[in-house]
């Protein structure tokens, strides 16, 4: 997979992220804590400019609920990505997150069981005219057929 903040290509690991980004995110979490502690009610845009970080960094802090806005940045405030209204965490307000939830569960349940996913039968194989014929020919045999 490749990770959500700097595009490398890493080993699955939790919130899209790869180590190196969580670790460098934690440590912006701590400086942004402390920097709070001294400078209360301060905003996203002088938290940024003072500590020198990204208002991405900041912002994707608070999506993923590390940074509470209610608590620790009273003075910004965020939106439901569905109806608008203010919320303090997160992309969604309580009641539509609940909705969706119900939706996705409805749909779940309306989904034919004998119905299986839909495979790509060619699958991580390239389809270039240079592509190695050595290991094409290993593909046909353990599938039994051409690309």
């Known amino acids: 997979m490749y990770c959500k903040r700097c595009k490398k290509l890493y080993t699955i690991g939790n919130l899209g992220l790869c180590h190196e980004c969580i670790t ?3 440590d912006i979490l701590i400086i942004i804590k402390e920097y709070l502690i001294d400078n209360k ?3 996203i845009a002088q938290i940024c400019e003072q500590i020198n ?3 991405r960094d900041v912002s994707y802090l608070i ?3 590390r ?3 209610e608590k620790d940045i009273p003075s910004e405030t965020l939106t439901c990505k569905k109806c608008g209204t203010p919320i ?3 992309k969604y307000c309580t009641a539509c997150s609940n909705y969706l939830g119900n939706l996705l569960t409805a749909t779940a349940k309306k989904m034919d069981p004998s119905e299986k996913p839909m495979k790509n039968e060619n699958a991580g194989i390239r389809e270039e005219s240079n592509s190695d014929p050595k290991t094409l020919s290993l593909y046909w ?4 057929k051409k690309v």
């Open 24 to 26: 460098e995110l934690d």
């Open 53 to 55: 970080i990204g208002e």
């Open 67 to 69: 940074l509470d806005l």
């Open 141 to 144: 045999r353990k599938y039994g």
């Open 63 to 65: 999506k993923v609920g």
């Open 41 to 43: 009610g301060a905003s």
């Open 88 to 90: 303090s965490i997160g």
